[in-house]
C-alpha cells in the first residue's frame, strides 16, 4: 500500500495545531513535509500557502492541510492554484463531504475556532473518505478556468 505524502502550511495562529498534527500523522506513518511557519511571530499566510499549493498541484504530495486563525485566508491563497481544491473544514461532517462530494485535496482548518481534538478527528475523515465520483465529478471538472 502507498504511503500517503501530506503538506502542512500554517500561519502564526495555526503553528501550534500543525506541529501538533505533524507529529501524530507521522506517528501513523505518513509522509510529512512542513511548509512552515517555524513559530507564533506574526506572520503572512500566502507565504506558506502558496509553496503548500504549489507543491500539491505539481503532484508532489497527496493532501494538504492549512491552518489559520479562521482558516479562510490561507485557504483561499491555496486555491488560486488550478489543481488545488481547498475545503475550508470545521468538523468531521464537512471534511467528509469536501472528500467525498468535492474530490478536496486540501483541508483548510480554523485554528481559533476548534479544538485539536476536533482538528484530529477532521484529519482522519479527510484522509480517509474516497471520492464518490459518478455526478460529482463533472462539477469537479467546472472548477478551473
Known amino acids: 500500500m502507498k504511503k500517503l505524502r501530506i503538506a502542512l502550511a500554517a500561519d502564526h495562529a495555526g503553528f501550534q495545531f500543525k506541529n501538533d498534527l505533524a507529529e501524530i500523522l507521522k506517528a501513523e506513518g505518513y509522509e510529512v513535509k512542513d511548509f512552515g511557519t517555524n513559530s507564533e511571530e506574526s506572520m503572512d499566510y500566502p507565504d506558506t500557502a502558496h509553496p503548500l499549493a504549489a507543491a500539491v498541484e505539481a503532484g508532489e504530495f497527496d493532501f494538504g492541510f492549512t491552518l489559520c486563525g479562521s482558516g479562510n485566508g490561507i485557504t483561499m491563497t491555496a486555491n488560486k492554484h488550478q489543481k488545488v481544491r481547498a475545503a475550508l473544514c470545521w468538523t468531521a461532517e464537512i471534511a467528509g463531504l469536501a472528500r467525498s ?16 481534538e476536533e482538528v484530529k478527528e477532521i484529519a482522519k475523515i479527510f484522509l480517509n473518505t474516497e471520492f464518490e465520483g459518478g455526478r460529482h465529478q463533472k462539477r469537479i471538472d467546472k472548477i478551473p478556468l
Open 101 to 116: 462530494h468535492n474530490d478536496a485535496n486540501v483541508c483548510g482548518i480554523p485554528a481559533r475556532f476548534i479544538s485539536f
